[in-house]
Structure formats: structure tokens, C-alpha cells
């Protein structure tokens, strides 16, 4: 793996080179600083004792048992925080807030895809989550079991996130956009035995089936006891007698009433699947104590939320880490108010972010830099239309932000008034681990700037080394964090492998990233330094995509890179090598992108398909995924004196026209 420069650095090397020259600086107003949530002493706290200041951070939950030790990392890299404390997710991100007299505050303002709307107090989640939970375990679901949720973003699909976390089952949310095989290896994997789906979901403007993609799944798990369906799109739908039960008939007639139990703090809350080296999605494990602290925490500081006064809104979907971190358990676990939105930006209308902003006073606004870069090509006078000044803090996360996008954010959606907050982290971090403080840290465009009070990161060269102003190499975080993942779903030694064994020695954890400080030490984030796209923020393997292209009857081989994109961050470019030799394109490349999108899910399509007679290798047989990159980059072949044969490069790109 080459250290992160020039073209190898997932970014594109024009980008990094304007990103280190970036010099202005955004110091928050004396206005905001006066009244923010965080404090220029809170680094320091946290730095005089980092288990004291964590302790502290826990408080801000109900625990029922005290814990007896705050962090054991003497099997690492098994951690275990708060050991021996008790608590029950659910009741910190519902009932207690009742219980404090605050069950009239509206906990979620949904607004449907066709533009029907939902306002859900606590008191009414509480009601719903315990509903929900009584009928979990009339299924006769316990504690430990897992249960897939598959689902659109309607409040039914956090109710289900709750009521798992109340009776403490282990959730494992797949994205609602994801294809019937990926469902059918992540239920496969976790042995889920409940499945919670809809019939069918909203796709711009348009009902779209999707129970049936979980029969499909579901015909070859034989773990899975149930499928319960909540309707949403009165879309047609196969019933299997016994197996299948509407949610309207299992949860509507449950009591309200569910007493929570304390689970301990280490009991598994959640596996999330997310894309690794390898063509099998990992399934990231977290647990409870430790996650929502860091959750709570994070979204106290960063957003710098305050309860019963903002309006909070993260555009994230469920199915992601920021979904469960930042609309499920850090916002609820902190009585925000929050905006929920089922359907995609531009239905009905490309106003529609800016409508909902309007409409509910949105004060907080938290989403991707894809999104920003695709609100930049609508134009500046569609968010102009609109009364955006409730907007008070803007959040980022998911790939790195360019300073043209910062920019374009600070100025046409926070009318230079609001501090922007780059946030840096993973699924497997479970929360924010570097980020500004919005009225504290001076903000550069394009930079996350440093890690949170309480995180340990640096930059460090090739032999660990950690790196000076000005210095770039790879990303590790070298002190454990509550909310670090425990471990792979089922794999502990590609647990060890994929994060532990870069730098075993100095027992840093290696997060991929390939990274630099500036001349002032603050951190830039050059994208991944593995064979990991990122594609409008989603993960996607460059394996994942080759071993579907693959499975395609027609496809002989495959090479798979993340091409530089003005608006996805990244783009999909295949190289495929057809069966028999056959270099004729025809509707060749249409019938692979369906194939990948039936495999994996659309957003996995590849922008292009380059049907080629050839990929260069290295001698060992390696892909050399650099040159391929420069080809569909439109670049200067770089060099080729490591391929097995050198010839290779020219014949690919004599063939090119072909196909794509
Ligand atoms: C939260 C999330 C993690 C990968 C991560 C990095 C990239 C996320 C970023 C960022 C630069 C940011 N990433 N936030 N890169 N600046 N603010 O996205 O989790 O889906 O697991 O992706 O995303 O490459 O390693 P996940």
C-alpha cells in the first residue's frame, strides 16, 4: 500500500495541492462563542485526565448500575468501557425525558416523499417503541437475538431501531437500497431471525415494491422465523402464511406499557455491514455504554445542540452509521427536536431541502458533501427562494469536503452566518472523532481541523511515525475511544488484520485514511489509501463490484477504481473483460450496471463499463489499479515498469471507445 500522494491519495492530486494552499480562516463570532456549548478549557480537561473526562461524558446518561472501572483495554484491542455499569438505550433516548416532564416536546417531525406529515412527541414514541417492543417479544424474540431492519425512512424504522435496543436485540440495519442477495448475506451472516420490512417505499415520487426483495432473501435464510411488514405504499405483495405478519395487526394492539430492563454496558446494540477490502462486507459491532456516550457527547459539542430550543436535521439515511449515531441515538439521547425526511432532494421539487428548512425552522442541518455539490449545480437561486435564517450551524460528513463546496454551503445555505462543521469518522468509530468545536475552533474550508477533546489522532509516516506540520501519511487513532467498534461480527481475525496489524507495534489503529496537517497543524482528509471507494459518501469496495461484474455470465475478468467526480466525490469505472475475447460493446455495458445494481444495489452502478483485451498486472498478479485510474481520470499513463507486460496500457487505451 503506498503512503497517500498525488494520485494515489483517492482525491485526485490537483485537489490536494489547492486544499494545502487554503488559507482563509472562519473564527466564530464573538455571538456565537458567548453562548456556545463548548469551551476553549474543555481540551485541556480532557487531556489532563481523558478517563475522568469520559466519566463525566457518561453522565449525561441514566445508568441504573454505576460502572466499577472506566475503560478495560487490557485485551485489546478489545476495549470495554464503563465495565459493570447497566443501562437500557431505549429508555435513555425515550421514556427519560418523559419522565422529566418533557413528553408534549416533538421528538421527530416527519415529512413523507408525497408530502404527508407525521409530528411524533416522546410521549407518543414512548408509546410506540413500547408497543413495538411488546410485540418483539410476543414474537418471542430475547435478548442477544439479532433482527434485520430493512426499511425507508419512516418513523416505524426507528421505532423498530428502539424497540430492539429496549429488549436488547442486536439491530442490523440494511440500507433500503440495497439488493435482495446483499440482504440475503447480511441476514446469512448475523443469523438474524426476524426480518422488518415494508411493502413497498417512495423512490422519487414513485411507489417501488420492496417486500419482495426480502422474499427473495429470505428463501434461502433459514434463520429467519418472520417478516413483519409495515404497509406504506399499498403496493401488492406475496404473503407467506406464517412467516409473514402485518405490523398494523402484531404492534397496533400491543399495551404501551413495557418496562425496560438494564442491559450491561458492553451488551451488543447494533452490527452495521459496511465495505472493506474484500468483496464480503464486515459486519461492525457496537455496543451500548460506551456508543451512546459518544453519541450524546459528540452531538452536544459539535452540533452544539441545545434541548427544547433548536430544530436538528440530519439528511442521512438510516441504513448508514450517520443514521444510527445522528437521527437515532446521539439526537434522541439529547431531546432534540428533529426533521426526519423520507424521499430524495429534488421531489417534488429541487427547493425541497430548503421548503422543510423553512417549514420547521430547522436551526441545525447536517448532511454530505455530495448533496452540497449537487445543490451547487441546481444553483444559488434555489436555496435563495427560501427563508433559511433559522439556520444557525451547518454539519458535513462523509467524504472530504472541497473548499469550493464549504464555501458555496457557508455562503447560499448559511448566509455567512453559520459555522460549518467538517466531521470526520467511521462505522467503525460509531461517532464524530474530528471536528471543529463551532464556537471555539477558527474553521479553514476543507479541513476537519483536529481531533475532539478526548480523541487521540495523528498523522504518521510509513513506520508510524507521527508526522510534523506540513507532513502527510496515514490516519490512525492511537488512544481507545468509548464508542470504538468491539470487534467484527463473527471475525475477530480480520478485526485484528484489517485494523490492528498495520502498526501492531505501537498498537494504533489504522483507519484507512490517508491524511496531512498544514503549516498551522490542522487536518486534512485526503481519502481512503485502500481499495475502498467512496462514492457520494457510501463505502463501496472496488472488490465488491469486481466480484458482481464477475458473476455476469458474459464477464471474464474485472478491474474496478474510483475515478475523481465533480458531484459524487467519487465515480464507478469498470474494466471488464468479456468471455471468449469478445471486444464488441453493443448494449454490453447497460446489461452489466443492471447486473451490478441486482447484485449489489444502484448506487454500486458503475458511471462507466470499458470493455478492454487486457488489465495491467504486476508480476505477482495484482491489479495495478493506479494505471486504470489514470486512464479513467484521462490522465497521463503513469508508470509501467512494474507490470508484468508493458505493452498492456497501450492496448487498453487503443481500445478504448468501445463499450462505455
Ligand atoms: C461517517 C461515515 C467512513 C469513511 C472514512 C473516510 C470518509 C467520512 C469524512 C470522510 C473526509 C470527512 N469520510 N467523513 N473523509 N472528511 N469529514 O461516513 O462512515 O460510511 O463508514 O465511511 O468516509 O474515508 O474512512 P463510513
Redesign the pocket.
Known amino acids: 500500500m503506498a503512503p497517500p500522494s498525488g494520485n494515489d491519495a483517492?482525491q485526485s492530486g490537483n485537489a490536494l495541492d489547492n486544499l494545502l494552499t487554503e488559507s482563509r480562516t472562519f473564527p466564530p463570532s464573538a455571538e456565537f462563542a458567548e453562548q456556545a456549548n463548548a469551551t476553549s478549557d474543555l481540551a485541556e480537561r480532557a487531556s489532563a485526565d481523558r478517563e475522568a473526562f469520559w466519566a463525566e461524558q457518561a453522565g449525561r446518561l441514566s445508568w441504573t448500575s454505576d460502572w466499577d472501572q472506566v475503560l478495560d483495554w487490557s485485551a485489546a484491542p478489545f476495549a470495554k468501557w464503563f465495565v459493570g455499569g447497566k443501562l437500557n438505550v431505549a429508555y435513555n433516548c425515550v421514556d427519560r425525558h418523559v419522565d422529566s416532564g418533557h413528553g408534549d416536546q416533538v421528538a421527530i417531525h416527519w415529512e413523507g416523499e408525497p408530502g404527508d406529515s407525521r409530528a411524533i412527541t416522546y410521549a407518543d414514541l414512548k408509546d410506540e417503541v413500547g408497543k413495538a417492543a411488546n410485540a418483539l417479544a410476543s414474537l418471542g424474540l430475547t435478548a442477544g437475538d439479532r433482527v434485520a431492519i430493512y426499511m425507508p425512512m419512516i418513523p416505524e424504522a426507528i421505532y423498530s431501531m428502539l424497540a430492539c435496543a429496549r429488549l436488547g436485540l442486536t439491530h442490523s440495519v440494511v440500507f433500503a437500497g440495497f439488493s435482495a442477495e446483499a440482504l440475503r448475506s447480511r441476514i446469512e451472516d448475523a443469523e438474524a431471525k426476524l426480518v422488518i420490512t415494508t411493502d413497498g417505499q417512495f423512490r422519487r415520487g414513485k411507489p417501488a415494491p420492496l417486500k419482495t426483495a426480502v422474499d427473495e432473501a429470505v428463501a434461502q435464510t433459514p434463520t429467519i422465523q418472520n417478516v413483519l411488514v409495515v404497509k406504506r405504499t399499498d403496493t401488492d405483495v406475496e404473503w407467506t402464511e406464517g412467516r409473514d405478519l402485518w405490523w398494523h395487526d402484531v404492534v397496533d394492539g400491543q399495551s404501551t406499557e413495557h418496562t425496560p430492563e438494564s442491559f450491561d454496558s458492553e451488551h451488543p446494540l447494533f452490527i452495521l455491514y459496511?465495505s472493506g477490502t474484500t468483496g464480503k462486507p464486515k459486519g461492525i459491532l457496537h455496543t451500548s455504554g460506551g456508543y451512546l456516550t459518544q453519541a450524546a457527547y459528540t452531538h452536544h459539542y459539535v452540533f452544539d445542540h441545545k434541548a427544547g430550543e433548536d430544530v436538528y436535521w440530519c439528511t442521512a439515511d438510516i441504513g448508514?452509521?450517520?443514521g444510527h449515531s445522528y437521527i437515532v441515538y446521539g439526537p434522541l439521547a439529547n431531546r432534540a427536536t428533529q426533521v426526519v425526511y423520507e424521499g430524495t432532494p429534488n421531489t417534488p421539487h429541487e427547493g425541497r431541502h430548503w421548503e422543510i428548512v423553512q417549514k420547521y425552522k430547522v436551526s441545525i442541518y447536517y448532511t454530505a458533501p455530495t448533496l452540497i455539490r449537487t445543490f451547487m449545480k441546481w444553483g444559488a437561486d434555489i436555496p435563495a427562494k427560501y427563508d433559511l435564517s433559522s439556520l444557525r450551524v451547518l454539519g458535513?460528513?462523509?467524504?472530504?469536503?472541497n473548499p469550493e463546496a464549504w464555501m458555496w454551503y457557508r455562503e447560499h445555505v448559511g448566509g455567512n452566518r453559520c459555522p460549518i462543521v467538517?466531521?470526520?469518522?467511521?462505522?467503525?468509530t460509531g461517532a464524530i472523532m474530528?471536528?471543529p468545536l463551532p464556537g471555539v475552533t477558527a474553521c479553514k474550508p476543507g479541513s476537519?481541523m483536529g481531533p475532539l477533546p478526548g480523541i487521540g489522532a495523528k498523522v504518521v509516516d510509513e513506520s508510524g511515525v507521527a508526522v510534523g506540520k506540513g507532513g502527510g501519511g496515514y490516519l490512525v487513532l492511537d488512544q481507545p475511544w468509548p464508542s470504538m467498534l468491539r470487534g467484527i461480527w463473527g471475525d475477530e481475525e480480520r478485526f485484528r488484520d484489517t485494523y490492528w496489524s498495520r502498526f501492531a507495534e505501537q498498537g494504533f489503529y489504522f483507519?484507512?485514511?490517508g491524511a496531512k496537517y498544514d503549516s498551522d497543524g490542522a487536518v486534512w482528509?485526503l481519502?481512503?489509501v485502500d481499495d475502498?471507494m467512496?462514492v457520494s459518501?457510501?463505502?463501496i469496495s472496488t472488490t465488491e463490484v469486481e466480484s458482481a461484474l464477475v458473476s455476469h455470465a458474459k464477464v471474464a475478468e474485472a478491474a474496478v477504481v474510483g475515478a475523481s467526480d465533480p458531484t459524487t466525490g467519487q465515480g464507478i469505472v469498470a474494466f471488464v473483460i468479456l468471455r471468449g475475447g469478445a471486444t464488441e460493446g453493443g448494449d454490453i455495458a447497460k446489461e452489466l450496471r443492471d447486473h451490478v445494481a441486482k447484485e449489489i444495489g444502484p448506487i454500486a452502478k458503475p458511471r462507466q463499463i470499458m470493455v478492454v483485451p487486457e488489465l495491467p498486472k504486476t508480476r505477482s498478479g495484482k491489479i495495478m489499479r493506479r494505471l486504470l485510474r489514470d486512464v479513467a481520470e484521462n490522465r497521463q499513463v503513469g508508470d509501467v515498469t512494474t507490470l508484468a507486460d508493458s505493452t498492456v496500457m497501450d492496448l487498453i487505451s487503443s481500445g478504448l471507445n468501445r463499450g462505455s
Open positions: 483517492g459496511t448508514w452509521v450517520t458535513s460528513v462523509g467524504e472530504p469536503i467538517d466531521t470526520w469518522w467511521q462505522t467503525e474530528i471536528a476537519a483507519a484507512g485514511d482528509l481519502g481512503r475502498v467512496n459518501g457510501h463505502r
